[in-house]
């Protein structure tokens, strides 16, 4: 004999396992609630094939999207110059005078680019793993950085006052 007790329900019969947990007998129970598990084949998930189209559409944004936001984050961070030449282009009058807040919100603005492509890059890496189509997912990436990042630069644009008489002369007219 050993020293060892007995795990629970190592000595008990099914049906005293069941009694002691308050379930009725196997025999009382309806014939619904001992329906036989669903067959092997229903339980499999269909295969999804790769698409390597949708692969290779997916990274190419992608990459096309790293070199963006590298070149547009090194812009942002010299605000200031990259706004005296939207001006320029624009043909506003003057120069960007709102150099202090434009660095902040420069630098903001690129935080938000890199933080938008990195999110857009998991997204599309666990769509593609999952072979989900992904093609899309860097297009909506971009779409709602440059949202973020347009309100980032509009901020100190809207404190210059050579770009707010610009805005006032051509909505007066």
Same mark, same amino acid.
């Given at each position: 004999?050993?020293?060892?007790?007995?795990?629970?329900?190592?000595?008990?019969?099914?049906?005293?396992?069941?009694?002691?947990?308050?379930?009725?007998?196997?025999?009382?129970?309806?014939?619904?609630?001992?329906?036989?598990?669903? #067959?092997?084949?229903?339980?499999? @998930?269909?295969? /999804? *094939?790769?698409?390597?189209?949708?692969?290779? +559409?997916?990274? %190419?944004?992608?990459?096309?999207?790293?070199?963006?936001?590298?070149?547009?984050?090194?812009?942002?961070?010299?605000?200031?110059?990259?706004?005296?030449?939207?001006?320029?282009?624009?043909?506003?009058?003057?120069?960007?005078?709102?150099?202090?807040?434009?660095?902040?919100?420069?630098?903001?603005?690129?935080?938000?680019?890199?933080?938008?492509?990195?999110?857009?890059? #998991?997204?599309?890496?666990?769509? @593609?793993?999952? /072979? *989900?189509?992904?093609?899309?997912?860097?297009? +909506?990436?971009? %779409?709602?950085?440059?949202?973020?990042?347009?309100?980032?630069?509009?901020?100190?644009?809207?404190?210059?006052?050579?770009?707010?008489?610009?805005?006032?002369?051509?909505?007066?007219?």
């Amino acid at each position: 004999m050993t020293d060892q007790r007995p795990q629970y329900g190592e000595l008990a019969t099914p049906e005293e396992q069941r009694r002691a947990a308050g379930l009725p007998p196997l025999d009382q129970m309806p014939d619904a609630a001992v329906a036989a598990p669903p #067959a092997a084949a229903e339980t499999e @998930l269909p295969v /999804r *094939r790769t698409n390597p189209v949708d692969r290779f +559409v997916t990274i %190419a944004l992608l990459a096309y999207g790293l070199i963006n936001v590298v070149l547009t984050a090194i812009s942002y961070l010299d605000f200031p110059t990259a706004m005296n030449e939207v001006m320029k282009i624009v043909g506003v009058d003057g120069e960007f005078t709102n150099i202090a807040q434009g660095r902040v919100w420069g630098t903001i603005a690129a935080i938000v680019l890199v933080v938008g492509w990195s999110v857009t890059v #998991a997204v599309s890496l666990r769509r @593609l793993r999952s /072979r *989900r189509l992904s093609w899309w997912v860097p297009i +909506v990436g971009a %779409a709602i950085t440059l949202l973020l990042t347009s309100i980032c630069a509009a901020i100190p644009m809207m404190g210059d006052p050579a770009f707010v008489d610009y805005i006032m002369s051509t909505t007066a007219r």
